[in-house]
């Protein structure tokens, strides 16, 4: 009996043994690893409007590390909103591995009696026939294209910054949507309407050389009496745009088609920028000297960080760079600065290099190349020997600049 009851434990565990090894070896199904995300990532028109149909974009993406071989989408819209035919409401995707993504799109109308602000929709996903359906709730916002409100919009302090742009920058477009109303109500024909003044979309568009790179302004935009809404556009100007003003296209939405507006915003682009004028000859006596320059902003507005930079061939400057800083438009800075160098050329050309910030954008022009005239003269005698130059050329009639270049030449 002892011998039987140890036989049949041993093959007791060994059966359970073989059981949960069984467990362990079995695969994994592709559906179990698996893992959706959903999302409504558009809905047009923007609300969606009272009594009209809108179309929205579900998309399913798998994030998991398993594939999926059945993923179904299906959705079940609450007040206001229906969906356009229930033959609609689940839409078979099929396999998704990982990464993959589908977007689906359905038509729902809202309801002629909705009020406005939101209404929930409802996303359910399942992985394979007969599983589970896994859901996502999700708000729309419900608008309307007309208000009986009366306040009227009026297009204020625009600016731009940089004030003036050069072709290749990029900034910001900004102005003030004002409602000039003065009073919260009025009333007309013996009926009270509030003043409100709605902004329901803001487009800014760009024209040949000028690109808007923000988006539009949706949103509910109520602006009271009074009150004002500023918005802010980005734009890049391209490398090749024309000095000149260009004009960008404004359209509102605003409380009905009456209230609707266009308006044009002026950007003004010029090229204009440093100049870096010698104001005394650009001499070096047996191998020194200072050099002088004025540097004006030829720019129509201010520029920030302005500094000039000097170079030649075997010549030391000091400063190597001059720093100005910032410089108002029209505005004339006179800098020195030292050379000097042991060459035995009678001229070298140097290179005169300016940087600048316009707004934030920041530049770097090659304004000019200058030549460098080198002479050597000799201590104590430099002085008598030009006054005997010049009049012995005056008596000669030769013109005393060709004869001091000449003696130039001969030291």
């Given amino acids: 009996m002892k011998v039987n009851n140890v036989i049949q434990r041993s093959i007791y565990i060994l059966v359970c043994v073989a059981m949960l090894s069984a467990s362990f070896m079995a695969p994994v199904s592709a559906a179990s690893a698996a893992t959706m995300k959903v999302n409504i990532i558009e809905y047009d028109p923007f609300p969606a409007q009272i009594g009209e149909y809108v ?3 579900v998309k399913i993406e798998n994030v998991g590390y398993g594939r999926a071989d059945a993923v179904s989408l299906k959705i079940e819209p609450e007040y206001p909103f229906s969906l356009d035919s229930q033959n609609n409401a689940v839409e078979f995707i099929g396999i998704l591995s990982p990464e993959d993504a589908a977007v689906h799109e359905y038509r729902l109308y809202v309801d002629e009696n909705a009020k406005v602000g939101t209404g929930t929709v409802d996303i359910y996903y399942q992985i394979y026939v007969g599983g589970s359906w896994y859901k996502s709730s999700f708000d729309l916002n419900v608008g309307s294209s007309t208000f009986d409100s009366k306040g009227t919009i009026e297009l204020t302090d625009i600016t731009c910054d940089p004030v003036v742009f050069m072709p290749g920058d990029i900034g910001a477009v900004s102005f003030t949507l004002t409602n000039t109303a003065t009073e919260s109500s009025v009333t007309i024909d013996d009926v009270d309407y509030d003043t409100n003044a709605r902004v329901q979309s803001a487009a800014l568009n760009g024209v040949e050389g000028i690109d808007v790179t923000s988006d539009n302004y949706i949103g509910s935009g109520v602006v009271g009496a009074g009150d004002s809404l500023t ?16 004009y960008l296209d404004l359209s509102m939405v605003g409380n009905s088609h009456t209230y609707n507006n266009n308006w044009r915003i002026p950007v003004k682009v010029d090229s204009a920028s440093i100049k870096v004028i010698p104001s005394k000859p650009m001499d070096l006596i047996n191998g020194e000297g200072t050099l002088e320059f004025d540097v004006a902003n030829m720019h129509p507005n201010t520029l920030s960080s302005v500094s000039v930079k000097l170079s030649a061939d075997g010549v030391d400057f000091s400063p190597e760079e001059y720093f100005v800083g910032s410089m108002d438009s029209d ?14 050329e009678l001229s070298v050309p140097v290179t005169i290099t300016v940087d600048y910030r316009n707004g934030i954008n920041e530049h770097s022009t090659e304004v000019a190349v200058r030549e460098l005239e080198l002479a050597m003269e000799e201590e104590g005698n430099s002085g008598n020997l030009a006054t005997a130059g010049i009049g012995l050329a005056i008596l000669l009639g030769i013109p005393a600049v060709v004869f001091i270049k000449r003696r130039k030449q001969n030291n």
Wanted: proline residues 0%.
């Fill in 231 to 246: 918005l802010s556009y980005n734009v890049e100007i391209a490398d090749d745009v024309r000095d000149g003003t260009y």
């Fill in 55 to 57: 179309d929205v974009s």
């Fill in 331 to 344: 505005e004339l800075f006179t800098i020195e600065v030292d050379a000097k160098t042991d060459i035995q």
